[in-house]
């Protein structure tokens, strides 16, 4: 779905966002609606066709924008994950998401435009003096980072990550944060999808204020479950499914919470 189309167009304000129930009616995703899917990989009717928003409602385009890096990192794994997940959003919410994703560096000047980015990978993640200003401009500012640990991204993303905030470390996210209800229940917080060696899965976060504004997927492996179904042996439809549930989640609480200037 193309930019120019006019369905990212509509932005979200932050008075309302803040406002979070009548937001999120108004969206037609709130907490409940998409827990109520009879069977493992149906989305519920109620969350597919729930109203459309009827106010005029200000927001950057409504897109994921995946984070290239320097290190040596392969930032580009995945490949089917974000395509994949993009279009579950679409399907399970009325928010008029943009099914390309995008791909910026932490200097790109469009970076700001987007409320969601996206970084994974198995290798080094390093950021120049001049990125983790930019990234720490980006996310008080607004914006939302998920980071999903693809196995070998853990020791250098908490040391960047410290340069960006040193006096905020990750903290663990509880399982009563929105971030884990505001489409689909998910009481025991992050689903595990592979093992990473027999350690549990960790939602990790850092909060600006109020509002979570990096997400930490770790032992997780949430982008291999948005791949396609077969990509990686041994992953039944159930996994798939639950890690699309909490990839909309993510996406919709980064776009709800969002505080623009």
């Given at each position: 779905?193309s930019?120019?189309?006019?369905?990212?167009?509509?932005?979200?304000?932050?008075?309302?966002?803040?406002?979070?129930?009548a937001?999120?009616?108004a969206?037609?995703?709130?907490?409940?609606?998409?827990?109520?899917?009879?069977?493992?990989?149906?989305?519920?009717?109620?969350?597919?066709n729930?109203?459309?928003?009827t106010?005029?409602?200000e927001?950057?385009?409504?897109?994921?924008?995946?984070?290239?890096?320097?290190?040596?990192g392969?930032?580009?794994?995945?490949?089917s994950?974000?395509?994949?997940?993009?279009a579950?959003?679409?399907?399970r919410t009325?928010l008029?998401?943009?099914r390309?994703?995008?791909?910026?560096?932490?200097t790109d000047?469009a970076?700001s435009?987007y409320?969601f980015?996206?970084?994974?990978?198995?290798?080094?993640?390093?950021l120049?003096?001049e990125?983790?200003?930019?990234l720490?401009?980006?996310?008080?500012?607004?914006?939302?980072?998920h980071?999903?640990?693809?196995?070998?991204?853990?020791?250098?993303?908490r040391?960047?990550?410290?340069?960006?905030?040193?006096d905020?470390?990750?903290?663990?996210?509880?399982?009563s944060?929105?971030?884990?209800h505001?489409?689909?229940?998910?009481?025991?917080?992050?689903?595990k999808?592979?093992?990473?060696?027999?350690?549990?899965a960790?939602?990790l976060?850092?909060?600006l204020?109020?509002?979570?504004?990096?997400?930490?997927?770790?032992s997780?492996?949430?982008?291999?479950?948005?791949?396609?179904?077969?990509?990686?042996?041994?992953?039944?439809?159930?996994?798939?499914?639950?890690?699309?549930?909490?990839?909309?989640?993510?996406?919709v609480?980064?776009?709800?919470?969002r505080?623009?200037?």
């Open positions: 779905m930019h120019a189309s006019g369905l990212a167009s509509v932005r979200v304000s932050a008075g309302a966002l803040l406002g979070a129930t937001l999120l009616v969206l037609g995703v709130w907490r409940g609606r998409a827990a109520e899917a009879r069977e493992p990989g149906v989305a519920s009717p109620s969350a597919v729930a109203p459309r928003a106010a005029a409602v927001a950057p385009r409504l897109a994921i924008a995946r984070l290239q890096y320097e290190g040596g392969d930032w580009y794994a995945n490949p994950s974000l395509p994949n997940l993009l579950a959003i679409a399907q009325n008029p998401v943009e390309t994703e995008a791909r910026v560096r932490l000047p970076l435009s409320p980015l996206h970084a994974t990978g198995h290798g080094e993640m390093r120049s003096a990125e983790v200003e930019k720490r401009e980006y996310l008080t500012r607004g914006g939302f980072l980071v999903d640990d693809n196995y070998g991204l853990d020791e250098s993303f040391r960047e990550i410290a340069r960006v905030f040193p905020r470390p990750l903290v663990e996210v509880p399982t944060h929105p971030i884990y505001v489409v689909y229940d998910l009481p025991d917080g992050l689903p999808i592979h093992e990473h060696d027999g350690k549990p960790e939602g976060g850092i909060f204020g109020g509002r979570l504004a990096v997400f930490y997927s770790y997780a492996d949430l982008g291999n479950g948005w791949e396609d179904i077969g990509t990686h042996a041994g992953d039944a439809p159930a996994l798939h499914e639950r890690a699309l549930r909490m990839g909309v989640n993510l996406f609480y980064a776009v709800t919470s505080v623009t200037p």
